[in-house]
């Protein structure tokens, strides 16, 4: 059965997820809510309004629309600046292995972000022409856990869900891909991702005959 190769795009291409909890850390320190790393793996895959709410529930905070508006901006103005001199030099380690093998093996490959910054960040880093399909969050209306963001990924791609690879850094999006029936790889700590099908620390464990192996089953 053909496959399709669905990447999440922060945390498991780019070192981004690291921008994203210092600007929220700064909103959140604003409003003088604890805010811990251990904190931030609850944001990770999650939407920007839904991680707003998670953050504002954190502190028992209640906020109107318009504040929450106001916040929203600013979290993504501050994560921005991060972004300005991003380069090829921040895609992590043993990505490009993997991208350059699943090309050789003419494998379909997406994204499935959440972000709605991932197109900008694909074009600054110079990857871009690596994914037959980009979806990201300016296509979906449900945040991940909702398997939406991939099995758009995969209908686009013409593979039915159950032949999608899925590669996720965070929780919500690992349960995104088993509630939508894919395989799910975890990037990231056993101990955080261990309701994925295969675990990695980082893409420079995953070997090509492990790729291999994928694309035959
Ligand atoms: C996900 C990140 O990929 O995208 C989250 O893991 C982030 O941390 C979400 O909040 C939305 O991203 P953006 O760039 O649209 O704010
Ligand atoms: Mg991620």
């Known amino acids: 059965n053909k496959k399709a190769f669905i990447f999440d795009l922060d945390g498991v291409i780019v070192d981004t997820a690291k921008y994203h909890f210092l600007a929220w850390q700064k909103i ?8 811990t790393l251990e904190h931030n793996e609850l944001l990770k895959g999650v939407s920007r309004v ?58 379909p490959i997406a994204l499935g972000s959440a972000s709605k910054n991932a197109r900008p960040i694909l074009e600054k880093t110079g ?14 209306t449900n945040a991940k856990p909702d398997p939406e963001v991939f099995l758009i990924a995969a209908k686009l791609l013409n593979i039915s869900a159950e032949n999608a690879i899925v590669f996720e850094d965070s929780v919500a999006g ?44």
Do not use: C
């Open 127 to 140: 990857i871009l022409s690596y994914f037959n399909v980009v979806v990201d969050g300016n296509d979906v």
């Open 50 to 107: 839904r991680s707003l709410d998670i953050i504002l529930e954190l502190g028992k905070v209640e906020a109107s629309q318009e504040d929450k508006d106001k916040w929203l901006i600013q979290k993504n103005e501050d994560y921005l600046t991060y972004l300005v001199d991003m380069d090829e030099s921040e895609i992590l380690p043993g990505v490009f292995t993997i991208l350059k093998f699943l090309k050789e093996k003419n494998q």
């Open 174 to 217: 690992v349960q995104a891909a088993n509630i939508g029936k894919m395989t799910s790889v975890g990037i990231g700590e056993a101990s955080i991702l261990h309701e994925a099908k295969y675990i990695f620390k980082d893409f420079t464990e995953i070997d090509t005959d492990f790729i291999e192996e994928l694309i035959r089953k």
């Open 28 to 35: 959140a320190k604003e409003l003088n809510i604890d805010f």
